[in-house]
């Protein structure tokens, strides 16, 4: 159930990412494509499965979130990309501003692969420090 449930995971965590990263480019080109229905509707229901598979498994692990400091890296994390992907794709005013916190959203993303393969709020620093 576990392997099964962490394929689940990684699998809409990659859907999610690739995603972000299409729109982006579609944002920087002016595409009409951001304008299709899928597109609007289509990262919400990855985002929410992502989520949910995410909660499933601390339930399934019977993680204690105050008591993984990983975790709650990852939670904060998480909030951090939230945030700045919706000022990369809709909130920013300029194509400057947008593209920095694409810049940034994109760097917490990766910080938030290192801080779930490492189980460590050091991240990618922890991979390398090993």
């Known amino acids: 159930m576990y392997l099964t449930l962490k394929m689940i995971h990684v699998s809409f965590a990659i859907l999610s990412i690739a995603g972000f990263v299409l729109r982006g480019a579609w944002m920087f080109s002016h595409s009409s494509n951001l304008r299709r229905r899928v597109v609007r509707v289509g990262p919400h229901i990855i985002d929410t499965a992502f989520l949910i598979s995410g909660i499933w498994l601390v339930f399934l692990l019977h993680l204690t979130v105050r008591e993984q400091a990983w975790l709650i890296a990852k939670i904060v994390a998480l909030i951090v ?7 990369a794709l809709r909130w920013g005013k300029t194509v400057q501003i947008r593209g920095t916190a694409f810049i940034v959203a994109l ?3 990766l910080y938030i692969v290192g801080v779930a393969l490492q189980k460590s709020p050091a991240s990618w620093i922890a991979f390398f420090g090993s």
């Open 81 to 87: 990309y939230i945030v700045f992907g919706a000022i």
């Open 107 to 109: 760097l917490t993303y």
